[in-house]
């Protein structure tokens, strides 16, 4: 076999390679490293922003920059948990440097006290002060950016010369792969093929070069692997042929016409969508995506109503029981009698259980709500026509996948989520569904009323809160994530519950990471019964739960969130037709960026508008937690940066759609491109 020739040779493991024995392999396995493909993304250290160089006050927040400092004093905190802090200062000003989970003879030896360091990295502000965690590039003398050898960043544990040795190895073995593009796409990168790139990607002279051809022909390899694997799963779960639902929109439109609202157009727009596709020989795989509060329960609901006319069951799952038991009663009232709801209760007894898998299986159920409980083994249904998923925006492309697969030949799947996202990212995160969007929010809707206000005017906050109170409203009052120690964060919130609850007896109660399920969806329910007055919390409380009632948030320390997260938050309240207000605090006086954003919040109240300000702000992994949920983050391709490759791909897949023209050339490009799990179930 001619390795030279075989991509194959990129996705193994480390152990071929020189100079890596058992105790590099393990160390760069604990930086997710394990093939040598995974170590040509491993770019030299001063990569991103040599050119970005800036002095510490003109650092702009949430970028990536490249600064040179000096150490001034280390805070090394007794207490576990707390991060290690380095004092830094340059002429202009001073900046903290964080480091979690390091050593202190670590951080000593890599930010030596009174000696010059050029250090990277995305730089933040914290109490009243610049902060750069866990900074990446470290260099004791900043003229080595300007040195023309290649370094690699440091990673606990293996040295820069070992680096140095084994990636410059690899790049003079790698293989010639066949070139997976089209002629016309890779005109527009100047022909430039994919071994090439990776070379000059790793020449020290191309750091920071993100327009040249080879980089730009990199980030698009990386945007397009994603879209077609996305657009293979979707064509693949359409070409299922399923039993056509037959049904006659007068009933649908007759539960319509008693409402006590008319459907908004988008509504109406993406009823039919859905209700097209469930009237296809094609199984549907849809998303409905909506802002918070525009309406797509009804819609879906309706085209639950649909299914069942044409003599199917349903399954409707969200992520809590609350929800899950708002729906339920929606359900009980707006559809006829005749039709046979029930709700799968984690507190149903056995008894009910048993009876209501029974009743599943003989279709004595036509729809039944429930949690994730609904998708255990044990659960059969004998026609099950749709399953309806609610805000699972953390579901993953796999995931959605096995859903699919799992709902069987004449199953329908229809999700939901509130994530209004960027247009670029709608490709890459929900690219292998089709996709059916609310944008317009019901008319009758006032805008909720944004302000901000320091932690010191507290008092003043407190009159508002009683004068809500006492004309009957309910009041959210949020207690963020702010400190690295969640034990801090559980005092902190603890302490506002009971200054609260001396201000307002029996009118308060808490919610945080530790309370248990049962536990909340108790508080949860009192709140819904206007049972007390304030519901603290720390960790974010359920998206998608109706609270009519509750018309005020207080969100503390709310520049610890970004702008789609206070968005969502907001969207807690002004679900009614009452006056609503968010109230957004801070600890200190805003910043020129800090001020910009949350003009952004008061001035606009459409998530996609904001989502797209929020990506500009702090990059796409950032938004809602996408990092943190699975979805992959690419490696070169920026969704803001390369805008335009995002729209290449999409308008290439778009055309190999069209044309039906044969992937197998790209099988080497999506192999390369993980998602391998995926890659063998389409084969
Ligand atoms: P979401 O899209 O966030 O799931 P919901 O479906 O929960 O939103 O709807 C939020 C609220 O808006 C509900 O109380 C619902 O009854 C109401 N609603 C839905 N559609 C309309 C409409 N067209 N006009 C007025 N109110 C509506
Ligand atoms: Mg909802």
């Not at 300007?146 to 040295?159: A, E, P």
Request: charged share 30%.
């Amino acid at each position: 076999m001619d390795i030279k020739r075989n991509y194959e040779y990129l996705l193994s493991d480390l152990s071929s390679l020189k100079g890596v024995g058992v105790k590099t392999t393990n160390l760069l396995k604990k930086k997710k490293i394990n093939t040598i493909f995974d170590l040509l993304w491993k770019l030299p250290k001063f990569y991103t922003d040599r050119s970005l160089s800036s002095k510490i006050k003109d650092l702009k927040i949430n970028e990536v920059q490249t600064i040179t400092i000096i150490p001034q004093k280390y805070l090394f905190p007794r207490i576990r948990n707390l991060p290690n802090r380095v004092v830094c200062k340059d002429e202009t000003g001073e900046i903290d440097c964080v480091f979690f989970n390091s050593y202190e003879g670590y951080v000593k030896k890599i930010l030596p006290i009174g000696k010059e360091v050029t250090i990277s990295g995305k730089i933040q502000f914290f109490r009243n002060k610049y902060q750069l965690t866990n900074p990446k590039y470290i260099s004791e003398d900043s003229s080595i950016i300007k040195q023309k050898h290649n370094s690699y960043s440091l990673t606990d544990g293996v040295s820069e010369k070992v680096y140095n040795k084994i990636i410059l190895q690899i790049i003079e073995k790698l293989p010639e792969i066949e070139e997976w593009h089209s002629k016309e796409i890779l005109q527009k990168f100047g022909n430039e093929r994919w071994n090439d790139s990776i070379k000059k990607l790793h020449e020290p002279e191309n750091i920071g070069k993100f327009n040249e051809n080879f980089y730009q022909r990199l980030a698009f390899d990386e945007i397009f692997s994603t879209f077609l694997v996305n657009s293979e799963i979707r064509k693949k779960i359409k070409k299922t042929k399923k039993t056509k639902k037959k049904f006659d929109t007068k009933q649908q439109n007759e539960i319509i016409s008693k409402l006590n609202f008319s459907l908004t157009n988008d509504q109406n727009k993406t009823l039919n969508e859905i209700n097209k596709d469930l009237c296809s020989d094609n199984k549907m795989f849809r998303l409905l995506q909506g802002d918070v509060g525009s309406g797509k329960t009804i819609v879906s609901l309706l085209s639950a109503f649909n299914t069942i006319n044409s003599g199917f069951q349903v399954a409707v799952m969200a992520p809590t029981e609350i929800l899950t038991r708002q729906h339920f009663l929606l359900a009980k009232k707006i559809f006829p009698k005749n039709i046979k709801i029930e709700l799968l209760s984690g507190k149903s007894t056995y008894k009910d259980k048993k009876s209501i898998l029974d009743k599943l299986l003989n279709k004595k159920i036509d729809i039944i709500f429930g949690t994730h409980a609904l998708f255990q083994k044990k659960v059969e249904f004998r026609k099950l026509g749709l399953i309806i998923i609610d805000e699972q925006h953390k579901f993953g492309v796999s995931q959605r996948k096995r859903l699919s697969d799992k709902a069987g030949r004449d199953c329908d799947v229809l999700l939901m989520t509130a994530t209004p996202i960027p247009r670029t990212l709608t490709m890459t995160i929900y690219g292998d569904m089709d996709l059916s969007i609310i944008r317009e929010k019901p008319n009758v809707r006032k805008p909720i009323k944004t302000y901000s206000k320091l932690e010191s005017k507290i008092e003043d906050v407190i009159n508002f809160v009683k004068k809500e109170i006492h004309i009957g409203n309910q009041i959210f009052w949020v207690c963020p994530l702010i400190e690295e120690s969640k034990k801090i964060d559980h005092t902190s919130a603890v302490k506002k519950s009971e200054y609260l609850k001396k201000l307002f007896p029996h009118q308060v109660y808490l919610l945080h990471g530790k309370t248990t399920v049962e536990e909340k969806e108790k508080i949860l329910n009192k709140f819904l019964r206007n049972d007390f007055k304030i519901l603290v919390s720390t960790t974010i409380i359920e998206v998608g739960i109706d609270f009519p009632n509750a018309n005020v948030i207080i969100i503390e320390n709310a520049n610890k969130f970004g702008l789609s997260q206070l968005h969502q938050l907001r969207g807690r309240v002004g679900r009614g037709n009452k006056e609503s207000t968010c109230i957004l605090m801070f600890k200190s006086n805003l910043s020129n960026n800090a001020k910009k954003r949350i003009n952004i919040l008061k001035e606009s109240n459409d998530g996609f508008k904001i989502s797209e300000e929020d990506m500009k702000l702090r990059g796409f992994g950032d938004i809602l937690g996408f990092k943190q949920s699975g979805i992959k983050n690419f490696k070169l391709a920026d969704p803001i940066r390369n805008h335009n490759l995002f729209i290449l791909a999409e308008k290439e897949i778009k055309r190999i759609e069209n044309e039906k023209e044969d992937i197998r050339k790209f099988k080497p490009l999506i192999k390369l491109y993980d998602r391998a799990d995926i890659v063998n179930d389409l084969a």
